[in-house]
């Protein structure tokens, strides 16, 4: 039976001049069109969630302008994800008629679902999805009992789960509601995506708190989001500087007077840990082979139509060596590569990235998932992380 969502998102209502943004909305019943109470309303990668009133109402205010995925999950109905574009000091109204879930009767018993086949696909699922890294140690999945595995005539191992994944990650303080999109998995080749919410673990312990800053610290410095944060502030720093210098010099970029504007992008990339080249792939005599060159910002990040977010540009595989902390025991760099596959990839300023699929993370980065995934709201100072290493 195909289900069918309607989602009305109504205009804009101009708020006070405060440079955030508001979402609000009413929930209902698809099938007798009475509100739904205990709705839980949540924009996803973040701490930012509310629920719905017995009048079916939500509201969720001060969310800072960008591209968000708005969550809506509830056990007796379909989850449903909404794209919503917050603009600073708006109201974007959402209104939504959830469907019901079917009343399903098991065809076979508990004990027949859980059996061994089950227990050892949850344990390769729990490895890959929480990641390979140390962080992994601290996270339990509490609810497992929900997820459901197939695996194909291929030998594809494939997930899915109605109701969102509970996660308490001990190692970085919080507690995840993952709601599951796809999960496939091949002999060492993983393909997954899916939707957090984060809440704020609470301890008795004083140290505890102490501990997981320092654990968020480590697993944002290295990570992706921390990589596109960081180029995303040199685009913005070339780009500022050359705008201020035509106002004061009235200049082109290079002139007849060999006047020209430049920072040295090595040493802002290197401050926060990275250096990074372009591997070109060629045919030898020997086979394919990767040719290497300098990674150029300007040549690979552009300015969009909106001034919070950036385009990403490159068909080369892009080689990423961080060096703030060393790749497990040994005393060598973290060495990823990206692949982009598209003609190009939105992400806005703090690093935040949006498509699915759209970028290939191969090498340590590659290793780094749900144990180390942080919140949209964490984001530590450059001064914090450039004075911070981790060998």
Known sequence: MKIFLLVLLLPVVILSQSGYGKVSGRILDEQTKLPVEGVNIFIANSLVGTSSNRSGYFEIDKIPPGRYNLIISHLSYENQSISADIKKNTIL????????????????????????????????????????????????????????????????????????????????????????????YKFGSLKYSGLPFFEEMQSDFEDDYVIWQENRLEAYMGSLRHFLRAVSEFYTLITKGEEELKIILDYDNVTDEGVSFSYDQDMYLSKHG???????????????????????VQSVIDSSENPNELLFSCNDRIEIQYFKEYDNLSYDPQISFLQLHADSVYFDKRGRYYDEFKIEVMGYMAKQRLAEMLPFEYEPSDSLIINTDFR
């Open 93 to 184: 109204q959402v209104d939504v008629e959830l469907h019901p879930k079917p009343i399903e009767f098991p065809e076979i018993g508990v004990s027949d679902k859980f059996d061994d086949e089950w227990w050892k696909n949850f344990e390769i699922f729990k490895a890959e999805l929480l990641g390979k890294t140390w962080f992994a140690e601290g996270c339990q999945i509490t609810n497992p009992y929900y997820i459901d595995f197939f695996e194909n005539n291929d030998g594809v191992l494939f997930a899915s789960c109605e109701v969102p994944i509970q996660i308490e990650n001990r190692s970085l303080g919080y507690n995840v509601k993952y709601i599951l999109k796809h999960f496939e």
């Open 274 to 296: 990275f250096s990074v080249f372009l591997n070109r792939l060629y045919s030898s005599a020997f086979g394919k082979r990767y040719s290497s060159k300098i990674f150029n």
